[in-house]
């Protein structure tokens, strides 16, 4: 695997986390593409923030040697990340929008 991979996998892996959530939990659903949108910037932005403590990708093929612990914790990462935003996106969409 090379880093550009282990990037869109990850990315992949937030898109389906914040669908499934968003699908199972209808009052956090902005649909299927705004789902979409909030589970890629919320992947990526929890996935740059825990990169800086050694679970970006480059980290993971480790010089060509590769570390399956820290390919979950950015798998997981990512899941947590667009399904965070998600929560948040529309806790923020139903404030600014009250009556």
Do not use: E
């Not at 990169?51 to 947590?80: C, E, K, Q, T």
């Amino acid at each position: 695997m090379t880093g550009a991979l282990i990037s869109l996998i990850s990315i992949f892996i937030g898109i389906i986390a914040a669908n499934i959530y968003g699908y199972l939990k209808q009052k956090y659903s902005f649909g299927f593409t705004g789902n979409t949108l909030v589970g890629v910037f919320g992947s990526i932005l929890l996935i740059k923030t825990f990169g800086r403590l050694g679970f970006d990708p480059w980290s993971i093929m480790n010089n060509g040697d590769f570390d399956a612990v820290r390919l979950v914790v950015n798998l997981f990462m990512s899941a947590l990340g667009g399904i965070t935003l998600l929560i948040l996106a529309k806790k923020l969409y139903l404030h600014i929008n009250k009556p």
